[in-house]
């Protein structure tokens, strides 16, 4: 496993760690924000925030992980 599509099977599964290594090897902002995800499944939201910012996107309060990993399938689908 090492493509995004892989990171976010690991995402559902709640497997954060082995999605982290694969996020951050990827520079883009899709990469990015996967990598905030990690994060936020980790409990860590100002490192969070900080991969949020690098995807172009904001962190919001009410963010929930699960939402966020469906919306991220759904934008991966799309490519």
Do not use: C, F, P
């Amino acid at each position: 496993m090492n493509t995004l599509h892989d990171a976010i099977v690991l995402l559902e599964n709640g497997d954060w760690e082995a999605a982290h290594k694969i996020v951050q090897t990827d520079d883009s902002a899709t990469g990015a924000w996967a990598h905030g995800i990690v994060h936020i499944l980790e409990g860590d939201l100002k490192n969070a925030a900080y991969w949020y910012g690098r995807a172009g996107r904001e962190l919001e309060r009410s963010t929930q992980a699960d939402d966020e990993i469906t919306a991220l399938k759904a934008s991966v689908a799309d490519d």
